[in-house]
């Protein structure tokens, strides 16, 4: 059955493409900051949703869903010819054409979400490591934002509107109480002259509570960092199907939380300024299945997406 619906993809998306042309760090610092719930938060802006444009797609593109593929890469942790985490390309994941062993992590659902697994393997996407040294392995997607298959296609926040709003369900994650997942990132990039790659914010999913996980403006001479981050919870989701939607104006970041069954509408919320803090790193975004365990090769993590909307304008 599976062949056969691989079949008529590839006859559909050969036919629509005729039709066409004829017509993102591995460290994660834990620092134990006080969790603040949004409700205790004081003067919180909010955007309307409606003030959120639709991404024009290329119509080039072959989509699933809203999910413009040329835009990503996926980061698996199986060992490649580098020790180091596997890439798979859009057109791998367009054409299913993922390995046994590669779609153990990454595959197609009969109901066109993708299953995200991941659990320590040692592999990671700066290299290979040992139990207990605070690297974690992800089944992850890396955005390149203008579809240039480089990790230098990232955005700054100076200036523009740079939207990610993803849709996802935490089916399971093993380990103690304090495990996490973080479900999508927007990600700091080392350019020159301007020296760290900081996980700027992180959406954590913890035992089904939603919590932004974002740096704050460090000392002079440091650097972005945890060690002045804070955390917010925006609610709990539990294992539901939900959306997470970050998004940078003008270089503040707002964050907003849909989850139809547990009556959660958060629209879009102020939460940080980074312009005027001066906050000058590239970016990029990222979501899906990375697993803050490293402490056996036995818990797992298992996340489905279901969509991706980005927007940059």
Known sequence: MKKELRFFKKIFIFSISTLIFSCGSDTVDNTNNDIKDIKDIENIDSVDDDETSEMEDDQTDITTNNIVWKNWYLSIPIKNAS??????????????????????????????????????????????????EG?????ELREYWQGNQD????????????????????????????TKVYVAQIHGKETDNVTGNPATVKIMWLNGEIIVDYYTKPKDGEEWSSNYDNKISFGNVENEK????????????YFGLL????????????VFDYKSNGYIHSNYFKTGNYFIWDKDSIENAQVTLYDIITNHF
């Open 83 to 132: 020790n180091k985490a596997t890439s798979i390309t859009y057109q791998d994941i367009i054409d299913n054409n993922l390995s046994p062993t590669e779609a153990e992590y990454f595959s197609l659902n009969e109901d066109g979400s993708y299953k995200m697994f991941t659990k320590f393997t040692g592999f990671t996407t700066s290299g290979q490591y040992s139990i207990n």
């Open 135 to 139: 690297k974690y392995c992800r089944t």
């Open 151 to 178: 990790t230098n296609d990232n955005w700054y926040m100076d200036s523009g509107t740079h939207i990610l709003e993803s849709t996802l369900k935490v089916d399971f994650a093993g380990g103690n109480n304090d």
């Open 242 to 253: 939900f959306t997470v939607k970050i998004k940078i104006e003008n270089g503040v970041f």
């Open 259 to 270: 989850c139809d069954t547990q009556n959660i509408d958060t629209k879009y919320t102020k």
